[in-house]
Structure formats: structure tokens, C-alpha cells
């Protein structure tokens, strides 16, 4: 639990890998985690999560499929997007950017279906903030 | 459901009330909330919810109480803090400043115990953002 206040800058300046969450915060069973980004992630959905991000750095882009259709969202720094469950979707950064996420506890950065991870990109629950 | 993504400067500037807080999105039964706040609000406390607070512009001071004990905590733009559920706080902003929260849905700004509640406060579990 959080017991004093974190500025997010600071948390940010202490890590370097990209697509690698870090949780700075607990609330009840969901997590606020952060994360670098830069490039493509890959193709993924939740089955059952929506999923929440706040741009905090750069520019976000979010390429959502609903069946055959594709679109792309693009959230610059201070916007904030839902995607919803069960919808298929991969973030990107050209030019690299700082989220924050609001996501139960336990869902992985890849989600429940997904395309072939890159190696750039972290499977992972979410980490500590070291 | 957030269909585009919402810049939070702009949602900012489509109300004025303070200690009142808009629904900018929601993810499963959480909701996302901003608000503007200057002052005091009310001591009170969520029975059975953690609450977390990002700040946007400003300074935002939560006093919280641990028995006969009280803290401080100052938040300053950028900077993040969950206060954990039972625990009685009062946030407050000496010269104003704008947060975000994610609470569930129905969770009600003034907690389920409290003190009287000032009429600059207002007891709500969210607005929809017009």
C-alpha cells in the first residue's frame, strides 16, 4: 500500500526497459502501473478487462479491430482512453512515450489472445517499482 | 464507454464546480474521475474502498487520520497517493488544483462516514461530463 506520495517523473527515472510495466499503486485488487514505450507492441485483447491509459509523456497511438474493421486512436500527452474488453488492440509510440494504466491486479501486459510477442516486448503481470 | 480519446485540459474546462467530480471514463465498474478542488473538503473515510488520487495542475494536501493520530501528505503536480480504505482523510487545496480519481462506480465523494458537509461540497458519486 501506498503510504506516501510518488511523483510519477521520479518512478519513471528509475527504469529504461520499454513495453514493461511497473505498478506504482494498489487500489483494492487493481493496479496503476507505468510504463515506457517506444515502437509497436503486438496485437492482443483482454477477455475480461477493460483496460485504461493515460498518456503522461509523448503521443499514444492505439490500433483497435472490431471484426474486419481497423482503426486507430491517437492520445496526446494528458488524454486518457478506454479500450474495452475482448477488443483487439495494439499500442505504438514512433517517438516514444510515458503511460499510466488503471488494470485488475494479475492481467498480463499481452493479454489472453494475442499475436506472436516480440522480443522487445515484456510478458509480464507487471513489476515492482525497484 | 469512451469511444475517442478525452484530452483532460479540455474536459477540465467544461465545468467550473470545485469538490465536484465529472466521469471521464470507466473501466469495468471503476470509474475514472477529475475534478477541481480548492479549500477544504470533509473529513470522512470509504468503508470498503481504496481511493486514488493523480494530481493534474495544482497541489493537493490530504490529511489523514490513524486513530488519535494525523498526518499529512502533499501531493504535488504529478504525483500520486492512495488512501486505503477506512482510513479518514480530508484532502484540501490551498490555492486550487485538479485531480484525477479511480474509485467503483457509486463510490460517494464524501465517504460513507463523515463530517457535516459544507455546502461548497458536493455529495455525489460523479457527474456525467456534458
Redesign the interface.
Known amino acids: 500500500?501506498?503510504t506516501?506520495?510518488?511523483?510519477?517523473?521520479s518512478a519513471l527515472a528509475r527504469f529504461d526497459a520499454i513495453w514493461s510495466p511497473r505498478i506504482?499503486?494498489?487500489?483494492?485488487d487493481?493496479d496503476?502501473r507505468i510504463a515506457k514505450v517506444a515502437g509497436e507492441h503486438v496485437w492482443h485483447s483482454h477477455d475480461n478487462?477493460?483496460?485504461?491509459f493515460?498518456v503522461?509523456e509523448g503521443e499514444l497511438t492505439i490500433a483497435l479491430r472490431d471484426g474486419d474493421a481497423e482503426r486507430t486512436?491517437?492520445?496526446?500527452q494528458?488524454?486518457?482512453?478506454?479500450v474495452?474488453?475482448g477488443v483487439e488492440h495494439k499500442p505504438s509510440s514512433a517517438d516514444g512515450a510515458s503511460i499510466?494504466m488503471?488494470?485488475?491486479s494479475g492481467t498480463l501486459s499481452v493479454g489472453d489472445r494475442r499475436d506472436s510477442v516480440p522480443d522487445h516486448v515484456d510478458v509480464t503481470t507487471g513489476h515492482r517499482l525497484d
Open positions: 500500500m501506498t506516501s506520495p510518488i511523483a510519477l517523473t506504482v499503486a494498489q487500489v483494492n487493481y496503476v478487462t477493460d483496460e485504461f493515460l503522461l486512436v491517437v492520445l496526446a494528458g488524454s486518457v482512453f478506454v474495452p474488453r499510466l488503471f488494470e485488475p
